[in-house]
């Protein structure tokens, strides 16, 4: 016992860094000497016998370093100097490497000096000792654990070692004691790692590391170097594993949930632990077993399709199971290499969906599912014929035929703008024969405008509408798109009141059409149907007035022949033969002949040769540079029909290319009666209008829910970014500008800057208030379009007088609008709000006041509008920029006061009194229980959720903001979740509901509000607003990579322009790798639904060109982008504007010739230009 007590301990510090220290010590005093001194201070000289000890032969001094892969952190040094302390029962020290040398570099053998006569015996005594100690162990059996087992003693076996356990792992329950004793865990327990050096590319890491490992993927590249075994094998990333992985016969362990869920678990909740049974209470006491499996993906697909099998022949005509079903052939059919697997995995799927469809033949879904497994195998012509045969059978489905005809539009090999305008006047003409039948079927029982079939049909009419003219204005029709929504808005809207035959309606429709009279947004337009009823009034007037004029002639007026008189008409003229006629009218020909006879000459006299194509005539890119320029400008321009000139043209004083542009513009009757339908339902007349609205650019309230595939389209459809989404872009780039603003930070609004000309702007507005000014006429006191008309208004006048006006724009209008009708309290409440936008803050306040001081005299009717206009009065007083903000929150709570107490309001004085409060608090309270009750039965409209709002403010100023979110979780907790998903007032709940959030997010925390949001989004998943709000919240509490994670997530389950884009944004504010913006707009592209966004297209060309400064790629991106928009005109000159640099003349002038082959609205001639250069020169 003594000599083992005498035996040398080594210890050793492990960590990033590491000491090693030995000492050896004796009963009597003696100097030590350590192997790696602590300090700099040279040991005192000991010396050692010659021999190798015990401690030289442990692996850690024995391994080769040069096998660890460069990629490892390189260690720095710790020093550190514990004190010795005597190891476990067996004797065994524990050994600990220190700091290691380079690569290649040996130990060299240290000598001791000597230190009293007997050091040979006490080395021979060393050696005998160690000796016993080996051939113990072996005795034991632990010598499979090599010399790692020394380190523990308690461990028997180590992974990776020779000797092959009883169990496959241990609990290590003990733990390490000499953690402890060293002040960190031992270096090899440790798993090595390198970060990544951001400041170099990654392009160039990956070089790096490839030509290191000569494979990222390399078995070898990054293992322990002390273990043979795993350095053979590989780890489990490598590529052998991998393969091993996605094996088809390979088992992998997984937990089957119960088939019933117990009550007080969410269904999705799966267990880890595998509990025997566990008791349902909802069956009576009955066991549901929950059992873990190892299945391969074989069996896996087995089980599944059993599943399915058997799901699908219990419920036959459920939709969601056939359509999950057809999803998980997708699955099986991604795990599979082989072509020919795919194919026969396609072929299943369509056997399932079509099966599905035979038992489901209305049910849309299915046979969308359908039709685009078909367009995965055949080819275009079998594919269309398909859809037109299903389009016959259902004829009457909006959503079909908007399918058919984005898909149609797509095709870029038959794309021309006549089979489009073909197939939408098919569409259209299909969908108003359903709505004509149904509303047949149902006028003879009630009234059809109040029916929901009607009311369903006419919305998806007017949606296959609104896509018309939106296709013909992005080709370049721009007149003919006006002149559509002119048209159908007077059809539908301005109608007379007689009862007319489709047909006969139509007649009559025509002789206004053509008659030359004002119509929608053109000065003096007063509608159809008062159009015609000053017509009568003329004719009869003038009736009257020859009658009476035949009647003061009187008497016998002579003799007249009729007859002679038209024989006399039908002879050529005295004097003139008849032969001479006839040389007269064959002169015309070739006066005609020669004057193209006379242009071809001198425009070879100006060096243009009319037989060759304009690809022989232009050498120079700029000319069709210039060519692009003068064409985007006419676009602008050229966007109002022009009147049909009827008798004789009047001559005037303007050239002949004004004429011929004019004569371009001429919209006649027959060029817009295919796509004329009646809509009785006011819904649908209402959502024709807004859409108007929006279509040229006017800002108006929200008044379809984001959820509306109406909503969606419009998003899909655009070619510029809007002004409600510029707006959310700007809050996120200022939001993320604050604290992480670099010098390669740019903006969304940065990519698609708007160039139009500001005064054509400007008459846009004026043509849209007219028409909204008409409009009120056929929706009398409709706040959202008052308030559109008034923006306009203003929009209009600060254009044309951006530097001379000064004060409200639209008051005048505003108060000629009051005069007409003084009992419109909500138009009061719009104008207030506008003079509080423009600053006159007081003046809104007594336009406010007024308003509500006179709706307790109104009908009952009308004072039912009252909790919006105290909502809004509220809403401008918190929100108002003046000195005092106190006193605007007082003004606030008096304001709200008088809502929720009932009393009549008067204007504010002083601060509402605690027995106000309270009596305004329980007036609330009582008011929420008759809202509620009406919200459970569906009954939801503007008032009410005006009124929710209204009590959530007050009392998040009276009590906090705690009792504000109550009165919206209890408000929100009484519509069932399909009625909110598809309800624009309870989607505004919801952002106001957000906007709480925000303002008190230093009291609420991450949890709370990033709960709230994306449980939003799962409701609301395309809502911008929404959005906005995750990235302002997260840039503040999270990490970017989380908020990478979930626009991940939420891109991947419900894909959109929106989220896209909200994606992009972020990282292009923070100025983000360029990698990532890449890869997010080749994923947002590689979506079926979103290759027809125009938006995302030219987006993604403009960052290469801008930004990216790639003009090659952004070269291969156009020709893409055409290919999958061939509508697009402002994306084809997008090629001629931005890619000039990179394109040659031939290649331009080639996409001219293509643009006419597909018969896109050009308007300028490239002979115009040459010209213009051969008179300059």
């Known amino acids: 016992m003594e000599s083992e007590a005498e035996e040398a301990a080594v210890t050793a510090m492990a960590g990033e860094t590491g000491t090693t220290e030995s000492q050896y010590r004796q009963g009597e005093p003696r100097t030590t000497s350590s192997l790696f001194p602590l300090s700099n201070t040279p040991a005192a000289s000991t010396t050692v016998a010659p021999g190798v000890p ?61 230190s009293g006569g007997d050091s040979k015996s006490e080395s021979t005594r060393r050696k005998k000792k160690s000796k016993r100690r080996r051939k113990r162990s072996r005795e034991r059996g632990d010598d499979g654990a090599g010399d790692l087992g020394s380190r523990k003693s308690d461990v028997r076996a180590w992974a990776g070692s020779a000797f092959k356990p009883a169990k496959d792992y241990y609990f290590d329950s003990r733990g390490d004691r000499d953690n402890l004793a060293f002040g960190s865990i031992y270096r090899m327990d440790v798993a090595r790692h390198k970060l990544l050096n951001p400041a170099k590319s990654i392009s160039i890491e990956f070089r790096r590391l490839y030509q290191q490992n000569g494979s990222i993927l390399d078995a070898d590249g990054d293992i322990d170097a002390l273990d043979s075994k795993v350095k053979s094998a590989g780890r489990y990333w ?246 559509l929504f002119q048209a159908e808005i007077e059809f539908s809207l301005f109608c007379p009141s007689l009862r007319l035959t489709e047909n006969s309606k139509q007649r009559l429709f025509e002789h206004f059409w053509s008659s030359g009279g004002a119509r929608v947004g053109e000065e003096g337009a007063i509608g159809w149907s008062v159009w015609l009823e000053k017509e009568e009034e003329d ?140 809509l009785c339902s006011e819904e649908s007349r209402l959502l024709l209008v807004t859409q108007f609205v929006e279509f040229f650019g006017g800002k108006i309230s929200q008044r379809i829910c984001t959820n509306n ?98 004060g409200t724009p639209c008051r005048v209008l505003a108060k000629s609008l009051l005069k007409r009708d003084r009992q419109d309290i909500l138009l009061c409440g719009v104008y207030a709000q506008r003079e509080a936008v423009s600053g006159n803050i007081d003046l809104a306040r007594k336009v406010f006041d007024m308003a509500l001081s006179s709706a307790e005299v109104l009908p009952p009717e009308r004072q039912s509008d009252a909790p919006l206009l105290y909502f809004w009065y509220a809403e401008v007083e918190l929100s108002s920029n003046h000195v005092n903000d106190q006193e605007s929150i007082f003004r606030a709570m008096h304001i709200l006061c008088c809502l929720g107490s009932g009393v009549t309001y008067s204007s504010f004085k002083c601060q509402p009194s605690q027995l106000q409060l309270l009596r305004a608090r329980q007036g609330f309270r009582e008011r929420l229980r008759t809202i509620c009750s009406a919200w459970s039965r569906g009954s939801v409209n503007d008032q009410s959720v005006a009124l929710v709002c209204s009590a959530a403010l007050f009392e998040e100023l009276t009590s906090g903001w705690a ?106 504010s923070r100025g983000g790798s360029r990698h990532r913006i890449h890869g997010l707009f080749e994923r947002a592209l590689a979506n079926d639904s979103l290759q027809t966004s125009v938006l995302l297209w030219r987006s993604y060309i403009s960052y290469e060109i801008d930004i990216a400064e790639n003009p090659s790629a952004a070269r291969r991106i156009f020709f893409r982008a055409i290919h999958a928009c061939p509508w697009s005109k402002k994306l084809w000159l997008d090629g001629f504007l931005k890619l000039n640099s990179i ?35």
């Open 54 to 114: 015990q401690w030289l032969s442990n692996s850690s001094f024995a391994a080769d370093f040069a096998a660890i892969n460069e990629a490892v952190s390189s260690i720095h040094d710790r020093h550190a100097s514990p004190d010795s302390e005597s190891e476990s029962d067996d004797g065994r020290g524990r050994e600990r490497e220190g700091d290691l040398p380079a690569s290649g570099t040996s130990y060299a053998l240290l000598e001791s000096s000597e």
């Open 238 to 483: 490598s590529p052998k594993y991998s393969a091993l992985e996605r094996h088809r016969n390979y088992k992998h362990l997984r937990i089957l949930a119960p088939s019933k869920s117990t009550s007080d678990l969410p269904g999705d909740f799966i267990s880890l632990v595998e509990p025997e049974a566990s008791r349902d209470s909802n069956n009576g006491g009955s066991f549901v077993e929950t059992s873990m499996v190892e299945e391969s993906w074989e069996d896996e697909v087995l089980r599944k399709t059993r599943e399915f099998n058997k799901r699908t022949r219990e419920n036959p005509y459920d939709d969601k199971v056939w359509i999950e079903f057809a999803k998980f052939q997708d699955k099986v059919a991604s795990r599979q290499p082989q072509k020919g697997a795919r194919l026969q995995t396609l072929e299943k799927k369509i056997g399932i969906l079509e099966k599905a469809a035979e038992l489901n033949p209305e049910n849309e879904e299915l046979l969308l599912h359908l039709l685009k497994a078909y367009q995965s195998r055949d080819n275009s012509d079998v594919l269309l014929g398909r859809w037109e045969k299903i389009l016959v059978q259902h004829s009457s489905s909006a959503k079909l035929w908007r399918e058919f005809l984005r898909i149609l539009q797509g095709e870029f090999s038959r794309f021309k703008v006549s089979e489009m305008r073909k197939m939408y006047s098919h569409a259209i003409q299909a969908l108003s024969s359903a709505c004509s039948k149904q509303h047949r079927q149902v006028s003879q029982i009630s009234d059809a405008s109040h029916d929901p079939a009607i009311v369903q049909l006419e919305l998806g009419l007017v949606e296959v509408f609104i896509s018309l003219c939106r296709f013909e204005w992005q080709a370049g029709y721009r007149e003919l798109a006006t002149a």
């Open 539 to 678: 004719r009869q007037r003038i009736i009257k007035e020859e009658t009476s004029q035949d009647n003061e002639k009187g008497g016998w007026t002579g003799w007249f022949e009729p007859l002679s008189k038209h024989k006399e008409t039908d002879k050529p003229s005295e004097g003139v033969p008849g032969a001479a006629v006839d040389d007269v009218e064959e002169d015309g020909e070739p006066e005609d002949t020669n004057q193209e006879e006379n242009t071809e000459t001198l425009l070879k006299m100006l060096g243009i040769d009319v037989d060759t194509g304009p690809s022989d005539n232009v050498k120079d890119v700029s000319t069709w540079t210039r060519w692009s320029v003068e064409e985007s400008s006419r676009d602008c321009i050229h966007w109002m029909p022009v009147h049909a000139k009827s008798g004789k043209s009047n001559i005037n004083e303007e050239s002949d290319k004004e004429e011929d542009e004019d004569l371009l513009g001429v919209i006649l009757y027959e060029d817009v009666c295919e796509y004329l339908f009646s």
């Open 709 to 806: 595939s109406s909503w969606l389209e419009k998003i899909l459809s655009l070619e510029e970014f809007s002004d409600a989404l510029l707006h959310w872009f700007r809050r996120v780039h200022n939001t993320l500008k604050k604290v992480d603003s670099t010098s390669h930070s740019c903006s969304m609004e940065f990519l698609l800057s708007c160039k139009n000309d500001i005064s054509e702007w400007a008459h846009v507005m004026t043509f849209l208030r007219n028409a909204i000014l008409l409009c009120l006429t056929a929706f009398p006191r409709n706040y959202v379009l008052e308030e559109a008309a008034l923006i306009a208004e203003e929009l209009s006048v600060t254009k044309m007088n951006s530097l001379s006006y000064s």
């Open 963 to 1068: 009792t504000g979110i109550e009165v919206l979780d209890q408000a929100l907790a009484m519509v069932l979740p399909e009625r909110r998903s598809n309800s624009y007032q309870l989607e505004y709940l919801y952002n106001y509901y957000v906007k709480i959030l925000q303002r008190h997010h230093g009291q609420l925390g991450l949890s709370k509000i990033w709960d709230f949001i994306f449980h939003g989004l799962q409701t609301y998943p395309y809502s911008p607003e929404l959005f906005s709000a995750l990235v302002e919240i997260s840039h503040l509490y999270t990490s970017p990579n989380k908020l990478r994670w979930t626009l991940d997530e939420l891109s991947h389950k419900r894909p959109s322009v929106v989220v896209w884009l909200f994606a992009l944004a972020f990282e292009m």
């Open 1143 to 1177: 394109l040659s003349a031939k290649e331009l002038s080639d996409l001219q010739e293509v643009m006419r082959d597909k018969e896109l609205n050009l308007r300028t001639d490239i002979y115009e230009i040459l010209l213009e250069d051969d008179i300059v020169s």
